[in-house]
């Protein structure tokens, strides 16, 4: 499979707990995208990267996200002290170029109890 | 700010018959305008993409019109199948690739 992949499908916990996720983009993509999608609603814009280097951040991603991508490969975002709201599917897309268009990932949903 | 905007919200055709989804947007920095199906459980997939300096684009039964000096573009499903149900979500992106999406369509294809 050489699509984007995206670990774990699922997640539920506890209020309070920090919690990661993780995404392999297509190989050969250097710019890889987070986003945030509540039920109903179109995915909301995090951060994204190029390469390994966070060019943008929403101002939706507050003090308890954060997000890396080391080496240019893999990426991780983690919540820190997860809350009620934090519930919601985070996807994870890359693409090749500039504006090019996106493949994203089945999305790893969170749940936060 | 940034907004795009989408409708119908759902939108239900008989097998045959052809959908169209409108969106405007408001960002005149936005040169890229994606669309996507999304089915559940999935993430959104790609099914056709128009750039700012075209003003049609045509995939088989799939077609996305643009009107830059409005600010407003439109997918169009012709011949409607029932596997062509799902959501879809309309984009504005600027040369970054930063999306910003619409709020979706469900349509619904009844045989």
């Known amino acids: 499979d050489t699509g984007v992949s995206q670990n774990p499908r699922h997640k539920i916990t506890k209020r309070g707990q920090n919690v990661t996720f993780r995404c392999d983009p297509i190989?050969?993509?250097?710019?890889l995208y987070w986003y945030r999608q509540t039920l109903g609603q179109g995915p909301e814009f995090l951060t994204y990267?190029?390469?390994?280097?966070?060019?943008?951040k929403s101002r939706l991603l507050s003090d308890r996200f954060s997000a890396e991508r080391p080496k240019g490969s893999f990426s991780t975002l983690e919540i820190q002290r997860t809350e009620q709201g934090d519930s919601a599917m985070y996807l994870c897309?890359?693409?090749?170029?500039?504006?090019?268009?996106?493949?994203f990932g089945s999305g790893t949903r969170l749940t936060v109890v | 700010g940034e907004n795009v905007e989408q409708h119908p919200s759902t939108l239900s055709v008989q097998e045959g018959d052809s959908a169209v989804i409108k969106c405007t947007y408001s960002?005149?920095?936005?040169?890229?305008f994606p669309w996507y199906k999304q089915e559940l459980g999935k993430g959104p997939q790609l099914i056709i993409d128009?750039?700012?300096?075209?003003g049609e684009k045509k995939d088989q039964r799939i077609a996305v019109t643009l009107n830059k000096t409005a600010k407003h573009f439109s997918l169009h499903i012709t011949e409607t199948q029932p596997e062509d149900s799902a959501v879809y979500f309309c984009?504005?992106?600027?040369?970054?690739?930063?999306?910003?999406f619409g709020a979706g369509t469900q349509v619904v294809v009844t045989p």
């Open positions: 897309a890359s693409s090749p170029d500039r504006g090019g268009g996106y493949t």
């Open positions: 190989s050969e993509h250097n710019r």
């Open positions: 990267f190029q390469n390994e280097a966070q060019l943008e």
């Open positions: 960002d005149s920095a936005s040169n890229y």
């Open positions: 128009i750039r700012s300096n075209v």
């Open positions: 984009a504005a992106g600027d040369s970054w690739g930063k999306l910003q």
